[in-house]
């Protein structure tokens, strides 16, 4: 997937877990659940957004499933202090043992670069989500943030953790 319009130029290098020089790394590996029930429930929470909107975080997407090209902004915080982070879909993966994303930052997102949630059934009948991330501020906020901004990021990824697991039970 290309386009101008994404603020950082490694387009797609989560899909193969690069790393890519220049940026923040961040991957956070987390069981989610056993057996093929719970994989399809995880996969299907993730590829539709219910992990998301679990967490909760607000979710605008353009379409209801995940899939390269559909737009999608997070929102995070309140009314007036609800930050925006514009995002685009830039590749998924649906296959008999992993389902997934990631999306890559637009114009507008406090941060620049992408991150992927990846849901995967092992041998041993073992669910987990990978959530892998590379990223740098994009804004002036997002550099005053500094640690923090790492610290929210990986407390997320443990929360999403959290939420699959909870929601691949269902």
Known sequence: MTGDDFTYAEVGATRDAERPAGYRHMRQRMLVGQGPAAFRNAADAVMEFWMHRALPV????SAPRA????????????????LKAPCRIVWTREEERYAGWAYGTLPGHPESGEESFVVHLDDEGDVWLTVTAFSRPAT???????????????????????????????
């Open 58 to 61: 607000r979710v605008e997407a």
């Open 67 to 82: 899939a390269p090209g559909v737009s999608v902004v997070i929102g995070l915080g309140v009314g007036p202090l609800r």
């Open 140 to 170: 002036a906020a997002a550099k005053l943030a500094g640690q923090f901004g790492r610290l929210f990021q990986r407390a997320y990824a443990r929360r999403c953790g959290a939420v699959l697991r909870r929601l691949s039970r269902a």
